[in-house]
């Protein structure tokens, strides 16, 4: 892109200095900045990108787009537009050869189930042969190579970077999450989802938004901005899945088990070892457990034929389908299951995903079985689900442990200290600040009969504290537990 063609796409209100010998890279963070590079001040919740054009320019920015004019910046040219944060999506995407525009893009919202929602479609479109690629929680895909994932949704330079690579190597498709923050943020602005789902909305990330009206509007933005030709997939015995939908352009397919929809599902058997499901005229049996999941993997499955796929080779393909790592995943030492107690982990960090997990792992309970849930709660996040999540947890759990989660810059007992005021006065409740300590007690006191919900963490291999990431995998320590308890003694079979 020449600088004539940049401030023709940029529209701007005014352009100051002359023309720089060469146009660089876009970069929203000056620190990354190197010389002939484009800077893109942008306003944020706790800093502001303006405040950072000095350090840019230090750096060898030849551009700075800014909403302000500037003065005293040297040979750098300045773009002055109404909205950096409006703009910076369509130019990182212009200055990469508008990648998402050679992509059919599916795009996954809601409060829970958008990671598994998401890996099951590139899980079926990859057993299916097709190029595929996943920008997820967990992480990324460039196709079947692997990538880490930061964010949910990632900035908007880094998506038009990763999408072309996905371009070079040959993908067609793309699934990816897209967080309300992204949505409110801009971060996905003139991206083309030809599919979108939305899953549920609960109680999250309310620190962040401040009311669930506020919350629910910045999932709508992904269905707003549809296109005729798309399809919208929700979930609409949540009781905004049909107000999610009902400005869009796209076509809609609604998702119910409860009542009369566009698509009608039912269970027909569930377990442990997964769930049948009836769709219309279809079977499918995923080895996900539990009625949410049951919503994910319908969702999927309709994701795909909206993309083009015959609906029973899908269905078979699902039921082959792990879905995402840390979502109800069963941690075991050896594959005699019979001799251990059930050891599940799961991401729930939620009110509604901690309620989920606890009540399917509850009904799923035999008559001499016990549930025993461990939980704690992020730091520096909402902290009104604190108590919420202790009323969950003594709702489903006949044992309670409440450890630490990822504290970040809060003090873990501080944390602790709100979970426990939910509780009622004469519910017996365990707790413990070393979450490798907990995990370890807990399943070396189990009986065999015991069922242990580890929630909060899943996927993650890390716990924060203070700033620091330090390595930590609840599934790792939940193994090694088990083979400790394995070579003690003898077995545990007494009840709770």
Same mark, same amino acid.
């Given at each position: ?8 796409f940029c529209d ?14 876009? /970069?929203?963070d ?25 350090a ?9 787009? !800014? ?5 005293n ?5 300045v ?9 910076? !999506? ?9 990648p998402?525009?050679k ?36 992480e ?14 990632? %900035? ?17 498709? #793309?699934?990816?999450?897209? !967080?309300s ?6 971060r ?35 269905f %707003? ?14 009781p ?17 088990f409860?009542?009369?929809?566009t698509?009608h ?12 499901i009836?769709?219309e005229?279809?079977?499918l ?15 999927a499955?309709?994701? /795909?034929?909206? #993309?083009g ?9 699902? !039921?082959? /389908? ?11 030492r ?40 461990v939980?704690? /709660? ?15 947890a003594?709702?489903?759990? %006949?044992?309670i442990v409440?450890?630490?989660?990822n504290?970040?810059?809060e ?49 993650e291999?890390?716990q924060?504290?203070?700033?620091v990431?330090?390595?930590?995998? %609840? ?5 090694k ?9 003898s ?6």
């Open positions: 892109m020449t600088f004539k063609e940049l401030i023709i701007p209100s005014t352009v100051l200095g002359s023309a720089p010998d060469e146009i660089g890279m876009l /970069c929203q000056s620190r990354k900045v190197s010389p002939g590079d484009i800077f893109i001040a942008i306003k944020g919740l706790t800093s502001d990108g303006h405040k950072f054009i000095d840019a320019v230090e750096n060898g920015a030849s551009v700075v787009i !800014s909403e302000k004019p500037l003065k910046i040297g040979n750098t040219a773009i002055v537009v109404d909205d950096t944060r409006a703009l910076v !999506s369509p130019l990182a995407q212009k200055l990469m050869g508008n998402a525009e992509l059919t893009i599916t795009g996954v919202t809601g409060t829970n189930g958008k990671t598994t929602v998401a890996t099951l479609i590139w899980q079926a479109l990859t057993e299916l042969g097709q190029p595929a690629s996943l920008l997820g929680t967990v990324k895909r460039f196709n079947k190579r692997k990538g880490e994932s930061a964010l949910t949704t990632a %900035d908007p330079i880094e998506i038009a970077r990763d999408m072309k690579r996905m371009v070079d190597i040959g993908s067609k498709f #793309l699934v990816m999450e897209v !967080s923050h992204a949505l409110e943020q801009q996905t602005s003139g991206i083309p989802f030809y599919v979108s789902i939305f899953t549920n909305l609960s109680h999250d990330h309310l620190d962040y938004h401040g009311s669930m009206e506020k919350y629910a509007a910045a999932k709508k933005k992904l %707003d901005q549809m296109n005729p030709d798309g399809w919208a997939i929700a979930n609409v015995d949540d905004r899945g049909e107000w999610i939908t009902s400005d869009t352009a796209a076509r809609v397919l609604g998702i119910s409860e009542k009369h929809s698509v599902a039912n269970i027909v058997r569930a377990d442990t070892k997964g769930t049948q009836d769709i005229d279809l079977q049996r995923t080895p996900l457990i539990g009625i949410f999941n049951a919503y994910n993997a319908v969702q499955l309709l994701a /795909c034929t909206a #993309l796929f015959d609906g029973n080779h899908i269905a078979d393909v699902l !039921s082959h /389908c792990p879905g995402a790592a840390g979502r109800m995943e069963r941690v075991n050896t594959k005699k299951l019979e001799q251990e107690p059930v050891v599940i982990v799961d991401y729930a960090h939620t009110p509604d995903a901690l309620k989920n997990v606890s009540r399917t792992l509850s009904e799923l309970k035999k008559t001499n079985q016990n549930l025993v849930i939980f704690g /709660c992020g730091g520096d996040r909402d902290k009104a689900k604190r108590p919420e999540m202790a009323k969950i003594e709702t489903y759990g %006949d044992r409440v450890t630490s989660d504290p970040r810059t003090k873990p007992e501080a944390i602790i200290k709100d979970i426990l005021k939910g509780f009622n006065s004469d519910t017996e409740v365990y707790s413990n600040l070393d979450r490798k300590e907990t995990i370890r007690k807990v399943i070396s006191e189990a009986s065999i009969n015991d069922i242990i919900l580890i929630a909060g963490k899943g996927h291999t890390y924060e504290i203070n700033g990431r330090n390595h930590f995998d %609840d599934r790792e320590i939940a193994r537990a088990l083979a400790e308890r394995a070579s003690g003694p077995e545990n079979t007494g009840g709770n």
